[in-house]
């Protein structure tokens, strides 16, 4: 089972399964397709965007425990 942690890069988080990029929009991340947020870790992403990085990381890693 993959998962991802604070330093996953958006672009490898997204290789494991396209299917987090909902998870990633509802959080309020809508530029997952921008070519600069593919190296972005997603500490550095939750920290842009004003949100617990921990917690999207429980909420991703709870959805691919699933698949």
């Known amino acids: 089972m993959a998962q991802v942690t604070k330093d996953t890069l958006i672009g490898e988080a997204l290789m494991i399964n396209m299917d987090i ?4 929009m509802k959080a309020g991340m809508h530029c ?3 070519p600069a947020s593919q ?3 997603i500490a550095e992403a939750a920290m ?6 921990d917690a999207l990381v ?4 709870e959805f ?3 698949q």
Not at 48 to 53: E, P, R
Not at 58 to 61: A, C, D, R, S, T
């Open 21 to 24: 990029a909902p998870i990633l």
């Open 32 to 34: 997952v397709g921008c």
């Open 39 to 41: 190296g972005e870790s």
């Open 48 to 53: 842009v965007h004003g949100m617990d990085a």
């Open 58 to 61: 429980k909420e991703i890693n």
């Open 64 to 66: 691919l425990a699933k």
